[in-house]
């Protein structure tokens, strides 16, 4: 089983920047793929990137492409989400996933079996 704790959240003016971080102890990190994902209040949670075993292939969500940048450091078993020009709207709790029977890495929500327990990104205008 594997064990994801978000940290990183906060409260940031529109167009700050903020990174996350996602730390993930058990099973072996190298292997599996990672995703992060947010729920806005009064809305379905959605896709906001996602990043293979190796860290070669990403993933985004439309709305943060050129913005958000994902990324996984093996030694401390950590996956990240830098966010830049972040906007109001983009308030919500996020939360780190893992998939932990594939390798590589999709926005498919269904695939992630293990999530973390979220952290609140407010971003004020």
């Known amino acids: 089983q594997v064990q994801l704790v978000e940290s990183g959240g906060g409260l940031v003016q529109a167009g700050g920047s903020l990174r996350l971080s996602c730390a993930a102890s058990g099973r072996t990190f190298s292997r599996y793929a990672m995703g992060w994902f947010r729920q806005a209040p009064g809305k379905e949670r959605e896709f906001v990137a996602a990043?293979?075993?190796?860290?070669?292939?990403?993933v985004y969500a439309d709305s943060v492409k050129g913005r958000f940048t994902i990324s996984r450091d093996g030694a401390k078993n950590t996956v990240y989400l830098q966010m830049n020009s972040l906007k109001p709207e983009e308030t919500a709790v996020y939360y780190c996933a893992a998939d932990t029977s594939r390798s590589y890495a999709s926005d498919d929500e269904q695939r992630y079996d293990c999530w973390g327990q979220g952290t609140q990104v407010t971003v004020s205008s």
């Open positions: 990043i293979n075993w190796s860290g070669g292939s990403t």
